[in-house]
């Protein structure tokens, strides 16, 4: 049994939609100086470090995750141990 919508045609349209607000939107300007530093603060771990991307399968993402959960680790962990590795194996020294 399904219900019949009403028609639109019918509508009442004598109602105008509410007026939009003409306030301007919050910028990163109106912040202070020091919230917006600490907004943008990387935390200890990541100071003095860049990011270093790189594409892969999505079937290599996923088992990347996978080993990261089995062995109670990190993606980040993971990642550090397998640039070093490469890192010996092309003989230069393992600094990451």
Known sequence: ??????SLFN???STTPPARSTAPLATLEAVPPTKKAERFARP??????RIVSVYVEPEAAKQLGIMAIREDSSIQVLM????ND???????????
């Open 1 to 6: 049994m399904t219900r019949k919508r009403p």
């Open 80 to 83: 550090v141990e397998a640039l």
């Open 11 to 13: 509508a009442d349209t």
């Open 44 to 49: 200890p771990s990541r100071q003095g470090k």
């Open 86 to 96: 490469l890192f010996a194996k092309r003989g230069v020294n393992r600094i990451a």
